[in-house]
């Protein structure tokens, strides 16, 4: 086990400098997020996750991942290319003309991995409830999982897919949310306050799982198990990842400021230099 999280370690590390790099290159992207996000993606593809070999829109006979909060693409796209799905020298191609790798990801250039379109916030729950309630019709007794952000929580749809997935008891289903609380202009709760989301879930009879150290590894795959050991009880499972915006990178930490802003040359220099390569740049 060690030896494992040694390695999720230094992929974590790689995939923060495959971050830093992709978003500085065309002075556009969301690095914020998708630093705080990199220990769980890179945790859940590489640990978590039952995945098969190959890649299929239909995805039956393997879990699923749905990223609502579509924004946050440059960890998604690493954690993809350096989990086979693609080739990791693409990278190199985000957010430029022609790209399969677009500011938000889609699924008409069928980029492998990519099983939904997002960045309009809000559906990603709906999408992955339905995704859930295909795999119990076909007898496929797989995980759905779907990662939201916490300020997408204000969108009123999730909040009926929330009521929904609990009263079709819809139990092969973990959502995560990206508790950070943090958005674009500034912190959530001056933004508009999720009061208590752990006891807003639990009023809406789903079970939830609180991992309080969203940026470390070892703290995700606790709460993971824990997570997966609920499932196949009648409730959709909420897990609440408390996370940094930005971790890893010091200056980026402790703000909303860059949430959707790229380092300059640098600033990128200071960013890498904090996050020694591992597994090797695109």
């Known amino acids: 086990m060690t030896q494992q999280i040694s390695y999720l370690k230094d992929f974590t590390t790689q995939v923060r400098r495959d971050i830093l790099r992709m978003v500085h290159a065309v002075n556009s992207g969301h690095p914020g997020g998708s630093l705080g996000c990199a220990e769980f993606l890179v945790t859940l593809y590489q640990n978590v996750m039952k995945r098969k070999e190959g890649f299929d829109m239909n995805g039956h006979g393997e879990d699923l991942f749905f990223l609502s909060n579509g924004h946050i693409s440059p960890v998604f796209y690493s954690v993809l290319a350096r989990s086979g799905y693609f080739p990791v020298s693409e990278l190199a191609t985000f957010r430029?003309?022609?790209?399969?790798?677009?500011?938000?990801?889609?699924?008409?250039?069928?980029?492998?991995g990519i099983r939904m379109a997002s960045g309009s916030l809000g559906q990603g729950l709906s999408v992955a409830i339905g995704a859930a309630q295909a795999k119990k019709l076909n007898n496929d007794p797989h995980t759905v999982f779907v990662l939201t952000g916490d300020g997408e929580l204000q969108e009123g749809q999730n909040w009926e897919a929330i009521m929904y997935a609990s009263a079709k008891k819809v139990d092969n289903l973990i959502a995560v949310v990206d508790y950070n609380g943090q958005q674009i202009d500034g912190s959530t709760n001056d933004v508009l306050s999720l009061g208590n989301l752990k006891a807003k879930f639990e009023a809406f009879d789903w079970e939830v799982v609180e991992i309080k150290e969203g940026n470390n590894i070892e703290a995700i795959l606790a709460g993971m198990t824990e997570a997966q050991a609920k499932a196949g009880?009648?409730?959709?499972?909420?897990?609440?990842?408390?996370?940094?915006?930005?971790?890893?990178?010091?200056f980026m930490m402790h703000t909303h400021a860059w949430h959707g802003k790229a380092p300059n040359d640098e600033q990128l220099a200071n960013a890498l230099a904090q996050n020694p390569a591992t597994l090797g740049d695109y």
């Not at 409730?235 to 010091?250: F, Y």
């Open 96 to 112: 430029k003309l022609n790209s399969r790798l677009q500011g938000h990801p889609t699924t008409h250039e069928g980029l492998e």
């Open 233 to 250: 009880q009648q409730k959709p499972i909420c897990v609440l990842l408390h996370t940094m915006m930005g971790n890893g990178v010091d």
